[in-house]
């Protein structure tokens, strides 16, 4: 910027300035001000006023000159060897010592013209509040600062701040401009995509969610941005990169807004051209870098439009369905009615509404009724719903598991309707679980096997048996020989096919 030449260019001068500076506060900061040094150095310099009490007439003329000599060395020679203390003023800047002056009568006007360079140099006004303060001292003539540096040595220690405008949005400064007007109109363009697009007449209350306000403050310049910056960041945010896309056929702003991991309001908000429906077509380009929420853009529009009335559900309960069951006795029906109503959107997005007048429904919602069951789960359907119902034989080996399967036997199932358990000949089939024995005999590929019906609905099948030990309608315990294996029907070894089913779909036995 324009005043890093400055201060380039006035680097060689501000080292004197500081050697001076660290001079004089080094003297101070030795015990002693430089008022209380040229006080002891005075009392050394006394000295050649006692002699001068000596009755000359007493003396001779030699004598005389000889004292006059002597006074002479005495007088000078302190003065010109070593120190020249002069009456000066040790300055302060806000407090600070700057450094000792011997001239301060021009400080203000000097100060004053410092501020006005600066203030022509940034063309803004800069805050001039600085306080200059001065002590009276006495200080060796070579710890003064030389009045060709004063302009300097002001420079380097006034801390200049411009008069800049903050938008400040929820009493937070965001971004300071040069102008009120500059804070304005970014302000302004924030707002104009939702002023100037089509249906906007009908807005009212267009305007920050947030409480933005332009204040005015003093801020140090290199903190003042130009007014297109600061439109960027209070859009975007700072230091962020701005991804595009362009929209290729197929796409929907839903999509997009996934593929980028944004949400589909942030989106809209990086767009605020798009409107309400979202339209977007082929080569359209989106901005689809996830904006700074520094402001929200919030207006009401009247509308007039049909509205669902949500339906209600009602719940029912039945003892005839167990406690995890439910049915739906009646699907539920949204109903319409016209309303008037005052919306509120947000970006762009509809947020809330107040409805300020309901016709009559020109549809009644019909309710959802729910049917629940209260009965409570038997043992057996638990164990058969997760997969945990005991196995009919043990010492076996799984030769085949439930669902799909390729045989290589001709005529068998493509889908496994149960596992199959190897065991040896006549090995004893024991009931799974208690229940009531509802088919003992020969059942095609089956070959001889025993159904057992337990509560719930679950049922179990033992197939492939060599000997049958119980009778249609009998009922078992659970554990109980049912049954010898075999390989009888479909089978191609000694084995029992063991198959569970719950309302007549069957389930794996070990899921
Ligand atoms: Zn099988």
Redesign the pocket.
Known sequence: MKNKEDKTSSNSNSQNIESINKNIRKENQGGKSAAEKAEDKKRKANLPEAFAKLDIKRMGITAAIVLLIFLVVAIILPAAGKAQYVDAYEVYINDTSIGAMSDVSGLETLVDYIYSEYEEHYNMEVSRDVKISYTGIRIEEEYLCPSSYYEEILKSNIDVNVIAWVIYVNNCPAIALERREDAQWVLEQLLSPYKDEEGAENRTDLGFLENVEIKSEAISYDKVVDKETALRIMQYGDDIEIQRHKVVSGESLYNIANSYGIKLADLRKANPWLNEAGKIYKGDVLIVTKINNIVNIKYSEYVERQEEIPYETVVIEDDSLYETQTKVRQEGVTGLRNIKANVVYINGMESSYEILMADEPSRQPVERILVKGTKSVPAVLKLASSGDMPLPVSGYRIT?GFGSRDTGIEGASTF?????LAVPYGTPIYASEAGKVTFAGSSGGYGLLVKISHEGGVETRY??CSTLLVKSGQYVEKGEVIALVGSTGTSSGN?V???VRINGTPVDPQR
């Open positions: 085949s496994h309707n149960g596992i199959d197939g492939h084995h096919h063991f198959e």
